[in-house]
């Protein structure tokens, strides 16, 4: 999963091509229109222009996983012309380990060339957010990384890992032998006993991965917020009966398969974020849980706070109104998406 979506040469996320939006594979948030950034921005203003009163630290926002970069252009756009005050006291930094969409990126962002600072890691920032205010988000970026994938054995009552073999020229699932018995995750003992009625071959993903990252942004976060929006669920609600095969899902000209071996490189990857397990780890590096919930319910509070003050925000007419109704409707973006925010 590592190599076919990041690989330098053949990887689906270092492709040349436009991949998101009515030409690509796939929608997301920010290839709806301005407003997702927009809004995100209002909010972003709202936590980094609270009082300090024992000091006056720097503003830095850091985006991990930002593609071409236009999200961080709308959320600079609006600081610049709604918040100049703000603006010339921010530090937006990019985490890309990408040389090629770091290109991209540079591109995108030509207009912030004083504002814009880009790391290849999380851990590159540890000095710079000692002494900074600093909101730390991502925006479907967990769900793209790599995961392992776990069968549940009936019979044996114990979980195998799926792996990868070829058959003549092409991928298939392959049990893994029980010598590669799985380790590295537990499970609560109301857990272990609903796994004497789950069926053969039950299958969930886990992605340390997600885990890590979490775990190094809470790190290097002394004081501000951590959020990720992305698709996911609880660990309670990652066993449904209508998921016997998890959530692994490949994506290509908006079309949506579980034949994720097929076409290496020529597919998005997903897999759904298991929330409750980076929630612990954020509160267990000392972060405090401010609020968990789906994204039409982040995006309908700050809209609410809009509204009693539209003046504050810039124009929101019908074109507004359209983008807002794709982000949170449920036939739409607002089905999946969940918003986890924790802070220090």
């Not at 890309?96 to 920032?125: C, G």
């Not at 058959?167 to 032998?177: A, L, V």
């Not at 917020?225 to 609600?237: C, H, P, V, W």
Request: aromatic residues 12%; glycine residues 6%; hydrophobic residues 40%.
């Amino acid at each position: 999963m590592d190599i076919a979506l990041y690989c330098p040469d053949c990887g689906f996320y270092e492709k040349e091509e436009d991949k998101v939006g009515k030409r690509g594979d796939f929608f997301t948030s920010v290839s709806v229109g301005g407003l997702f950034g927009q809004l995100l921005a209002f909010q972003f203003n709202d936590w980094l222009d609270a009082k300090d009163e024992t000091r006056n630290p720097l503003l830095c926002l850091v985006e991990a996983g930002a593609h071409d970069g236009q999200l961080a252009r709308d959320i600079l756009t609006w600081f610049k012309v709604r918040r100049p005050e703000i603006f010339h006291q921010l530090e937006y930094y990019l985490v890309e380990p990408s040389t090629r969409r770091r290109e991209w990126q540079k591109a995108t962002l030509r207009d912030f060339p004083d504002t814009v600072k880009w790391v290849p890691e999380m851990t590159a920032l540890q000095t710079t957010l000692q002494s900074s205010k600093a909101i730390i988000f991502s925006n479907e970026l967990l769900d793209a990384m790599p995961v392992q994938r776990l069968g549940w054995d009936a019979k044996e009552k114990e979980w195998f890992e799926w792996g990868v073999a070829l058959d003549g020229s092409r991928f298939i699932w392959t049990r893994m032998p029980r010598s590669n018995r799985v380790t590295g995750f537990t499970f609560s003992a109301e857990f272990r006993e609903l796994f004497n009625v789950l069926p053969d071959g039950y299958t969930i993903e886990i992605c340390s991965a997600a885990e890590e990252w979490w775990r190094a942004a809470a790190r290097v976060l002394a004081q501000g917020k951590l959020m990720a929006i992305d698709y996911g669920f609880t660990t309670e609600e990652q066993f449904d009966p209508s998921r016997l095969n998890g959530t692994l899902r490949a994506y290509q000209n908006h079309r949506v398969t579980d034949d994720v071996l097929a076409n290496p490189g020529e597919q998005d990857l997903t897999a759904h974020v298991n929330f409750s397990a980076i929630q612990q780890i954020g509160e267990a590096a000392g972060l405090r849980t401010e609020s968990f919930g789906s994204q039409p319910q982040f995006l309908t509070r700050i809209a609410e706070k809009i509204f009693k003050q539209p003046e504050s925000f810039g124009e929101w007419g019908a074109k507004q109104t359209r983008q807002f109704q794709t982000l949170t409707h449920p036939e739409h973006l607002g089905r999946a998406f969940r918003v986890l925010v924790q802070s220090r």
